[in-house]
């Protein structure tokens, strides 16, 4: 069944996860990192307003003070003075674009390198499994004693009229094969209409002394048909995982690119940022690595206006879009995965009224419950999306 599919891309995303613990300290140092580059944003940034501030009135002074003046000499010093309050404001502008753009630089590198832990969601993973196992558990058949007593007799009768029957050969074959329903696989496809066609030809063959069989396998049709449509729901909210699969594979392939990217532009290695930040657990030594990283970056925006006075806000403008698309193309998926547990809900109502399979369904919401709770603890896509919209300073 397809809900492999939202195992695997579980699986694959991980692998080397940080423990549930290690996780929140994960987040701690993220948002410790992150504030800190705020809060020098906010500073640099009212200072640079203040020299600013400062410049734009000493020049109004001085323009209201030239008109008095008489003596050429005082003339020169004014202009004098009113030429370095605007250099002193020019200065303070560009001293404020390069502090906006370096600081922004340095929270898409770190919110680059924390965007790893997003795409490793362990704890999703350890819950789904045990939900999708009771999922797929549910709508076999054979999983209902009563349906597996009856199947046996079923079975008898498939053996005896195989050989004379077309159909009742083809049945055969397929419940024969390793994907039959017996064996796990789910009752969906050419096997349901086969299986209702072979069931009808043995409710047909039995005689009045077996009413008792005859009305025990009406009821087995009656269970076949609600199972049968059972999983070809559940198809019809997987197909939205394979596409949720694909996205998230596409996503992963953009950030490797971009995160490579990245550390080649501030200087980093690959495996320096591996060792450094992915693998290391010592929340000190991580902490330490991570202050490095952002002052790579903030040197690396020195640098690329010092070399390119001209054109060095592309290179970095450019850059912090994608990492910022990045956060919000994952909160998008992190939405179509929600929306899609929620699906669920609305299989469960629909069959908890099945008598037959009350207790399984019963067990599946309770299952379904823990997922959603884990998914919930661990991803709030709302906020994430908002976040990751606001997630640069401004002027």
């Known amino acids: ?20 613990s290690q996780e929140l300290n994960d987040l701690q140092l993220k948002q410790q990192i992150i504030n800190e580059i705020g809060s020098r944003i906010d500073h640099d940034l009212a200072e640079s307003n203040r020299k600013i501030l400062s410049s734009d009135s000493l020049i109004l002074k001085l323009d209201a003070e030239i008109n008095e003046l008489r003596r050429n000499k005082d003339r020169i010093q004014n202009l004098t003075d009113r030429i370095n309050a605007i250099e002193n404001k020019q200065k303070a502008v560009n001293d404020r674009e390069l502090g906006l753009y370096s ?21 999703l993973f350890q819950s789904s499994s045990s939900f999708f196992a009771a999922l797929n558990q549910t ?13 046996e007799e079923f079975k008898v009768f498939i053996n005896k009229e195989k050989d004379r029957e077309v159909r009742i050969g083809v049945l055969n074959d397929m419940l024969s094969t390793t994907a039959s329903f017996t064996k796990g696989t789910p009752l969906t496809g050419p096997v349901v209409g086969t299986l209702f066609d072979g069931i009808a030809s043995f409710i047909s063959s039995l005689g009045r002394s077996k009413r008792e069989l005859r009305e025990k396998s009406e009821k087995m049709m009656a269970v076949t048909m609600v199972l ?11 197909n939205e995982w394979t596409s949720i699969n694909e996205s998230l594979k596409e996503l992963q392939e953009l950030y490797e690119e971009t995160l490579n990217y990245n550390l080649g532009l501030i200087g980093e290695s690959r495996t320096d940022f591996e060792s450094g930040f992915i693998t290391e ?20 925006v020195m640098d690329e206006k010092g070399d390119s006075p001209k054109e060095w806000k592309k290179t970095f403008y450019y850059e912090m879009e994608k990492v910022q698309t990045l956060k919000i193309r994952f909160g998008e998926i992190t939405r179509r995965v929600k929306h899609n547990i929620t699906e669920y809900n609305d299989l469960i109502e629909r069959y908890k009224k099945a008598d037959f399979m009350a207790s399984k369904i019963q067990e599946l919401g309770q299952k379904l ?8 603890d661990t991803y709030q896509p709302e906020t994430y999306i908002r976040d990751a919209k606001f997630m640069y300073a401004i002027e």
């Open 369 to 376: 419950e823990n997922l959603d709770k884990s998914f919930s």
């Open 1 to 20: 069944m397809k809900t492999k599919l939202l195992r695997l891309m579980l699986f694959v995303f991980a692998s080397q996860a940080p423990s549930f």
């Open 228 to 238: 049968g449509q059972y999983s070809n729901d559940i198809l019809a909210i997987e």
């Open 103 to 123: 600081g922004n630089y340095e929270t898409a590198v770190i919110n680059l390198a924390f965007l790893e832990s997003d795409l490793k969601p362990i704890n």
């Open 281 to 300: 657990t010592n929340g000190n030594e991580k902490l330490e690595y991570l202050n490095r990283l952002k002052e790579l970056a903030r040197q690396r």
């Open 139 to 151: 709508g076999n058949p054979m999983n209902y004693p009563e349906y597996e007593g009856w199947y």
